[in-house]
């Protein structure tokens, strides 16, 4: 089992709409989740943390943990076609050595 | 804040030459430094870890003597790619944690090394 499990997608979603991109980890003692974005030919952004379980707005940008289930979440609402890019989730495992999904690609299509 | 510089941001080399790339925390210091490979539309791989002062630690399958990792200061880490090869050509990238804080990592822009 990988450390780190996104679906590889392409996920394409219009305009406007939500896209939903999920992350699943192997290590119940992580304690650091971390969406980070990747456009094509550029190195990866940051663009949302979470330490606790719940919900986490910033702007346009929701994540979501759930250390029961193992599962982080990124919620991009009123997507839009700047918005596509590699997505990574990432998480720190007990050892703290971030270690990285490999990706979703998304695509918001005008 | 937390920006992260890398120079230089592509270079071609020949075989058998070695080429350094340099990683800079520009606006925080940074306890540790990571380097990673990305080939084409493949996902990031983590090469090494290095703290300021001491040895790096290398991912598993990653050669030490080729490729070189220097962290001499909480704001400076080099790679040195040691006797380059074709199949050596990616893009490397390095990130730097900032020394108090989180955990989270902020990457550099990225050097696309190409060996011809």
């Known amino acids: 089992q990988k450390e780190v499990e996104q679906n590889s997608g392409p996920l394409s979603v219009p305009e406007g709409a939500i896209a939903s991109l999920n992350c699943t980890y192997s290590d119940r003692g992580s304690q650091s989740f971390f969406w980070y974005r990747q456009y094509s030919g550029k190195s990866p952004e940051l663009i949302m943390f979470?330490?606790?379980?719940g919900d986490k707005e910033d702007g346009r940008f929701t994540a979501q943990l759930n250390k029961a289930s193992q599962y982080v979440s990124l919620l991009i609402r009123d997507s839009q076609p700047s918005d596509s890019a590699t997505y990574l989730c990432?998480?720190?495992?007990?050892?703290?050595?971030?270690?990285f999904g490999a990706g979703t690609r998304l695509t918001v299509k005008p | 804040g937390a920006v992260v510089s890398q120079h230089p941001s592509w270079v071609i080399c020949k075989s058998g030459t070695s080429v350094k790339i340099e990683c800079r925390s520009l606006d925080f210091q940074a306890t540790t430094m990571f380097w990673y490979r990305q080939f084409p539309k493949q996902s990031l791989m983590l090469m090494a870890t290095?703290?300021?002062?001491?040895?790096?630690?290398?991912e598993q399958g990653v050669e030490k003597d080729k490729f070189l990792i220097n962290h001499a200061s909480l704001t400076l880490s080099t790679l040195t790619v040691t006797s380059a090869h074709p199949e050596d050509s990616s893009f490397y990238i390095c990130?730097?944690?900032?020394?108090?804080?989180?955990?989270?990592?902020?990457f550099g822009p990225g050097t696309r090394l190409t060996v011809t």
């Open positions: 990130s730097a944690r900032p020394g108090q804080g989180g955990a989270e990592q902020y």
């Open positions: 979470i330490y606790s379980n």
């Open positions: 290095s703290n300021e002062g001491s040895k790096a630690t290398y």
């Open positions: 990432a998480v720190t495992p007990t050892n703290n050595d971030m270690r």
